[in-house]
DNA sequence: CGCGGCTGGTTCGAATTCGAACAATCCTAT
DNA sequence: ATAGGATTGTTCGAATTCGAACCAGCCGCG
């Protein structure tokens, strides 16, 4: 994979579909999955998202730039999605205690109960598109390989770098 | 979260966690790859996307439509940002032949220019982040596995069920 | 011909996202 | 204590996306 002339411009024609069809999919899936959740329950995908964080944490609640980083959206948009979510009555703002600047979204009986309805839909479109095709050598496989990503994606944002020739693999946090 | 029978309504955890994953990490990088071409190259990626398939086509050409396809968006997104590139001088609109109704999309020779300018770049930001934490087996199984959801996809997209009890699992891949 | 039905593209308004600027609060070291 | 710096959320305007409505031009059948 790492041999080739040509390669340093552009990449071999295999690996290179690969990516073009990673993005594909996962556009697909995003998609697809967004427009059912809307459909058949009034929620957009982010929001489902955002009550099922919600829903998994402690006391169902979270602050709002934890929040904006489990998502990945920047923190202006969790403040739009909060917003609507609270005009619906499934979460709530509250001020708690020490830090005052710091609020905690909870999810509202309503909103986990809202959550409740949607996810088995959802949880089976996951299943049928995405997990029944996945035995288990290659969950685990995926499973570290989203890992493997993510640890070089967390590398990036530590440096950062232009586009240094910056040579050497990975794991080179050696900040002097 | 108790234990039991929850998986016909819950994900196991383990498998859980790598669709989460899955989501989180597609979004970084989708995230991170976007932000750095705006940054050292002034184009979103999906106009870089969409300058790709351009130059990878035959004559360097392409219809609406089919280009729609190809990235994942609505029409009118397409024709949003073909107006943007058609400002930018780097992609062209020709009414070609026998049907008076489509349109030709070409990359200009400057489109082709900023491509090749903006590739190097992003090509190796792809293989820092992605490709190169792949080993053949990996991206051929992975490959493969983009295969099934590609698939899983067009057949759902095929059948507008809603969530049929459509038992008969997507007769899972015979990979070894 | 010549009337319905499709398909390819565009236009429009609404929703959502982003990043930058801001305000308030916390923290740390002097 | 206290100034400087970081962190938390919000507000604002610009960019982008979506879907539905719409206008052709194509096609098949009478």
Redesign the interface.
């Known amino acids: 994979?790492s041999a080739g002339d040509f390669e340093?411009?552009?990449?071999a024609p295999?690996?290179n579909?690969?990516?073009t069809?990673?993005?594909?999919?996962?556009?697909?899936?995003?998609?697809?999955i967004d427009r059912r959740l809307q459909e058949?329950h009034g929620i957009t995908h982010t929001q489902y998202?955002i009550m099922v964080r919600l829903a998994d944490s402690d006391e169902r609640a979270m602050r709002m730039s934890e929040l904006a980083d489990?998502?990945?959206?920047a923190k202006s948009a969790v403040t739009y999605q909060i917003n609507k979510l609270s005009e619906m009555g499934l979460v709530e703002r509250r001020k708690c205690g020490r830090d005052n600047r710091g609020i905690w979204v909870h999810l509202t009986d309503a909103g986990a109960e809202r959550l409740e309805r949607a996810?088995?839909?959802i949880?089976?479109?996951?299943?049928?598109?995405?997990?029944?095709?996945?035995?288990c050598d290659?969950?685990a496989?995926?499973?570290k390989?989203?890992?493997?990503?993510?640890d070089?994606?967390d590398d990036?944002?530590r440096n950062p770098i232009?586009?240094p020739d910056h040579r050497g693999?990975?794991h080179a946090p050696e900040l002097s």
Chains 1, 2 share one sequence.
């Open positions: 994979m340093s411009r552009w990449l295999d690996v579909a690969v990516w069809r990673f993005l594909h999919v996962t556009h697909r899936l995003e998609h697809h058949q998202e489990r998502i990945v959206t996810a088995p839909c949880l089976s479109l996951v299943r049928e598109l995405f997990l029944d095709s996945l035995n290659q969950a496989e995926l499973d390989l989203l890992g493997t990503w993510s070089n994606l990036h944002d232009g586009h693999p990975e």
